[in-house]
């Protein structure tokens, strides 16, 4: 499966964007959908991610309540609401796809598939 995550952007402290992850080449609905950020300088991190058919959903404690993901299996796309930014949220953005018989996991290592990131910079 092929993804591409989109929507990054500047934008001011309190402001809100949405990310979407369109997938190509494969069946989405069987995909763990993860979000991670990297801050530059950083290890890529959790934030957080949605089962297959959407219902389960994990977040990361930096993110919960201000953050939200959702996918629409007929559109093939995942999203990632996100709210209240901080100057602290500026980051690359991914997401990545495990295969849903694998369980649901916050750690990079299991995510076979990668898009390439969007760009979220936060001004103070």
């Known amino acids: 499966v092929q993804l591409q995550a989109s929507g990054g952007g500047l934008v001011q402290a309190g402001s809100s964007l949405r990310l979407s992850c369109q997938a190509s080449?494969?069946?989405?609905?069987?995909?763990?959908i993860g979000w991670f950020s990297q801050a530059p300088g950083k290890e890529r991190e959790f934030v957080g991610c949605v089962s297959g058919r959407g219902g389960n959903l994990y977040y990361a404690a930096s993110v919960k309540g201000r953050f939200t993901i959702s996918r629409d299996n007929a559109k093939n796309t995942a999203y990632l609401q996100m709210n209240s930014l901080k100057p602290e949220d500026t980051a690359v953005y991914y997401c990545a796809a495990v295969p849903s018989n694998r369980g649901i996991t916050r750690y990079t290592g299991p995510y076979d598939y990668w898009g390439k990131g969007t760009l979220v910079t936060v001004s103070s």
């Open positions: 080449g494969g069946t989405f609905s069987t995909y763990t």
